[in-house]
């Protein structure tokens, strides 16, 4: 089993910028995949970024130019998601995935809530 916990989340207005952390725990041989996901109210959960353990990254469009996901190649158990010029629907609880190559695996954190307010 892998055990992921998030970090970073909080208030900040519009144009502002956040940095969130998932701290991986337990196989984290086995993560094939790790991924920022998001759940507005009312919304169903979407991804927002994802990195595999090549390095790969794939961003969802609404973030494309704004949001950096990354990993801390020192210790290579935390994946960082850089926010920028921060927008009102943002605003959600992000949540940390990590999955294995077959899908066998699949974890999920606790979630951190990000809003974007003045």
């Known amino acids: 089993q892998v055990q992921l916990v998030e970090s970073g989340g909080g208030l900040v207005q519009p144009g502002g910028s956040l940095r969130l952390s998932c701290a991986a725990s337990?196989?984290?041989?086995?993560?094939?995949?790790t991924g920022w996901y998001r759940q507005a109210p009312g919304k169903q959960r979407e991804l927002v970024a994802s990195?595999?353990?090549?390095?790969?990254?794939?961003y969802a469009d609404s973030v494309k130019g704004r949001f950096t996901i990354s990993r801390d190649n020192a210790k290579n158990t935390v994946v960082y998601l850089q926010m920028n010029n921060l927008k009102p629907e943002d605003t959600a609880v992000y949540y940390c995935?990590?999955?294995?190559?077959?899908?066998?695996?699949?974890?999920w954190g606790q979630g951190t809530q990000v809003t974007v307010s003045s």
């Open positions: 337990g196989r984290i041989f086995t993560i094939y995949v």
């Open positions: 990195i595999t353990s090549a390095g790969s990254t794939n």
């Open positions: 995935n990590a999955r294995s190559v077959t899908g066998a695996q699949n974890s």
